[in-house]
């Protein structure tokens, strides 16, 4: 399965061998594009900005901003203007938007038999691609609050009382949105049992500051590949920054693992379209900060759709010297992290090998990966194709 157009490139390879409708061993292969500080050094800092704005494989607002951030810290710089960190965050909180309607839209519908709204996204697409630079942010923060009340949940926003229990929570999705149809059909499907000791410790949302005390001037080679936090793999994304939902914690509790992030994409739609309307709330961490962590070394910190994106820069005679920059892809999809875990604690009870290679590509969906993928499912004892635990 593929969610996105994968013409001509390497995609997320998903290899797992089965048997008796149990997933046994799970490995990944990651391409190296999905990994971008390479690509700008040697660069000037505003080449190489415009470069990942244009050309970054994923999340390219995100990588701009944090490579611009990381550089201006290395520099000594100061802080932007206000004006200008409020634009920025409106940029960053409509590209995370946009990213989430794509999946919740047009990827997510067809995997569970629905039509893709390819009309409904392509009206908000063209318009949050011009976030931040004109007036209405406000109105558009509005419409897509007005989206997921109306359309995707509008179960949950015709009653004041929120739900209490997995009941009350089905008789929600019963009351309409096309994402509550999504989710009950996940639900159908039965949880997925991941045991307590398998379950991969969600990251929280630190500054720049604090990332630089746990990591150091400079991230290793392996902290790049396949980061931890004190020393254990974490989840990053929308699950790790809405699990306290009363709503999410629901689903969590009955093991429905995959349709909690998917409310959590939800939630962080409506989060972010707050912030078009309101950015720079004291309530709520910024999208965005940097520091410097050692002279002409800076280090960015963004949240993005898919989670947390870190962004080490060195600068030498005004140029790029080195770069690192660690996606979100790499903390979800390392070899003991979220993904991997989760899809060895997945089953099917009738042994259908199709069956269990959709819930396979449905926890992918859910975990978001920032290229396309695909899966492949063998049954043990035969041969398969390599796919290494990370590339």
């Known amino acids: 399965m593929s969610t996105q157009d994968s013409t001509g490139e390497d995609p997320i390879r998903v290899l797992a061998t089965h048997a008796a409708g149990q997933v046994l061993a799970v490995s990944l292969h990651i ?41 201006a810290a290395a520099a000594g710089e100061p802080p932007p203007e206000r004006a200008e960190q409020l634009r920025t965050e409106r940029r960053l909180a409509a590209e995370m938007i946009d990213m989430h ?86 639900i159908a499907h039965g949880p997925s049992t991941v045991l307590p000791e398998k379950r991969t410790a969600l990251l929280g949302t630190l500054s720049a500051d604090a990332w630089a005390a746990e990591v150091g001037t400079w991230p290793s080679a392996q902290f790049i590949r396949h980061p931890r936090y004190a020393g254990e793999p974490a989840e990053t994304g929308p699950l790790a920054r809405h699990a306290a ?39 709520v961490a910024p999208l965005i900060d940097a520091c410097r962590v050692a002279p002409d070394v800076g280090l960015a910190r963004v949240i993005s759709a898919r989670g947390v994106l870190l962004c080490w820069v060195r600068l030498a005679e005004g140029r790029i010297a080195d770069c690192a920059i660690v996606p979100a892809g790499a903390w979800n999809l390392e070899p003991d992290g979220v993904y991997c875990r989760e899809a060895m604690c997945l089953q099917v009870t009738d042994g259908d090998p199709e069956a269990l290679k959709k819930r396979l590509e449905w926890l992918m969906l859910a975990i978001d990966p920032s290229l396309p993928f695909v899966v492949e499912l063998v049954a043990a004892g035969e041969g398969a194709g390599v796919a290494p635990a990370s590339a």
């Open 31 to 71: 391409p190296d594009r999905a990994w971008m500080g390479g690509a700008v050094i040697g660069m000037a800092p505003a080449e190489g900005v415009e470069h990942l704005r244009r050309h970054a494989s994923h999340s390219p607002q995100a990588h701009a901003h944090a490579l611009a951030h990381a550089c």
């Open 101 to 186: 309607l794509r999946r919740l839209l047009l990827d997510w519908p067809p995997s569970l038999g629905f039509e893709p709204r390819i009309n409904r996204y392509a009206e908000f697409h063209r318009r949050l691609l011009h976030a931040g630079e004109h007036d209405n942010d406000f109105v558009l923060g509005g419409e897509v609050l007005d989206l997921v009340a109306r359309e995707l949940l509008a179960g949950f926003f015709n009653q004041i009382r929120m739900p209490h229990g997995i009941g009350e929570f089905l008789d929600r999705l019963a009351g309409g949105g096309s994402l509550s149809s999504i989710l009950g059909e996940l």
């Open 245 to 283: 939902s009363p709503l999410v914690r629901i689903l969590l509790e009955r093991g429905n693992r995959i349709s909690a992030r998917l409310f959590a994409k939800a939630i962080d739609v409506a989060d972010c379209a707050s912030t078009m309307r309101h950015p720079g709330s004291a309530e």
